[in-house]
């Protein structure tokens, strides 16, 4: 269903407005203001702020997990690529960089993923992961497959450290732009920097297990055995 003008222009003014300014700072009348409609059209197409945040992500994300589900598809045809970790991220950059988003800007969603977990958005955060728990619970399985030598937490962790690389990068293209044209005299292309990020994502992910966190999940592992000596589920 193709959205109506008044929905697209508060969907542009609040996705612009909470990038710049944060969810809880940007208030429903200066949406409107920028938007060029009343309040009741906000009530009227949205119901509240919380559906109207929602919406914004849902904008992005509903085509980019269509559009991952179908290369991860084609990934898994192939047996030996369903197991490559360099297979496996180059097909979610390929995904990020090419997202269905009607032409709008890639940096300003990054930049609200980032607000998503850094400000108080926990019904955010829920809904994200119910609406598209399946897209990342594929991808996760598939992680697991090409890193078998991983714990889980430790994963965990390694997951989360690079996306947030990628989102940091992203969200901050412009200003990485302007330094390497004034201090290195390059100009680069958001495919070009996803290049070099590529490869430290790659590491960050086969890097070896850290001493400091082997003891960290060795003392996890006492702690389930003391705490659940009988049950016998813990190994």
């Not at 690079?162 to 290195?184: C, K, P, Q």
Request: aromatic share 8%.
């Amino acid at each position: 269903m193709v959205p109506s003008d008044t929905v697209t222009r508060i969907l542009d003014a609040a996705e612009v407005l909470f990038a710049e300014h944060g969810f809880s700072e940007t208030s429903l009348r200066r949406i409107t203001g920028r938007a060029e409609v009343n309040l009741a059209a906000v009530n009227y197409h949205f119901g509240s702020k919380q559906a109207l945040i929602q919406a914004v992500f849902f904008r992005y994300l509903d085509p980019f997990s269509a559009d991952l589900h179908q290369r991860l598809d084609a990934l898994e045809a192939d047996e030996t690529g369903a197991c490559d970790l360099e297979g496996l991220l180059d097909t979610l950059f390929t995904s990020v960089l090419e997202m269905p988003s009607e032409g709008h800007d890639l940096r300003t969603f990054m930049k609200l993923l980032g607000l998503a977990y850094s400000q108080a958005q926990r019904h955010l955060r829920d809904e994200l992961r119910n609406r598209y728990g399946d897209i990342f619970s594929r991808f996760l399985k598939l992680l697991r497959r090409a890193t078998r030598e991983l714990a889980d937490d430790e994963r965990f962790w390694r997951l989360h450290f690079m996306l947030g690389s990628v989102i940091f990068t992203l969200s901050g293209l412009n200003t990485l732009r302007d330094i390497a044209e004034h201090d290195y005299h390059q100009r680069i292309t958001i495919r070009e920097l996803a290049q070099r990020l590529k490869p430290v994502a790659l590491n960050a992910l086969r890097a070896p297990v850290t001493e400091v966190a082997s003891n960290a999940m060795t003392a996890q592992h006492a702690d389930q055995v003391t705490c659940y000596p009988r049950t016998g589920t813990h190994s």
